[in-house]
C-alpha cells in the first residue's frame, strides 16, 4: 500500500509540473504568430476574492485555474513520461 501511495504523489507532481512548464510554454510563445494557438485557453473561477471581516481577521477566498492547449500538452506530456518511469 505504501507505494502506491507515493506513486500517486509522484504522479501528482509529473503532472503539476506538466501544467507549470505547459503554462510558461504558453506564455512564452503568446507572441509567436505560428505558435499562438498553444495560449489559447479559459479562465475558471472567482475572478474578484471572496472576502471575510470578522472584526479582528480578514479572510480572503481566490481561486483561478487557467487551461490552455499548451498546459493540456504538458499535461499529457506528464503522464506519458510517468508511465515510462
Known sequence: MR???RSV?????FILAGVVLGGFIGSV???VPAL???SYGST???SSPLVV???VLTLQFALTIRFTVAGIIGI??????Y???
Open 29 to 31: 510563445f503568446a507572441g
Open 36 to 38: 499562438s494557438w498553444l
Open 76 to 81: 499529457i506530456i506528464a503522464l506519458l513520461v
Open 9 to 13: 504523489w509522484v504522479m501528482v507532481l
Open 44 to 46: 475558471f473561477g472567482l
Open 53 to 55: 471581516d470578522i472584526g
Open 3 to 5: 507505494g502506491q501511495t
Open 83 to 85: 508511465r515510462k518511469l
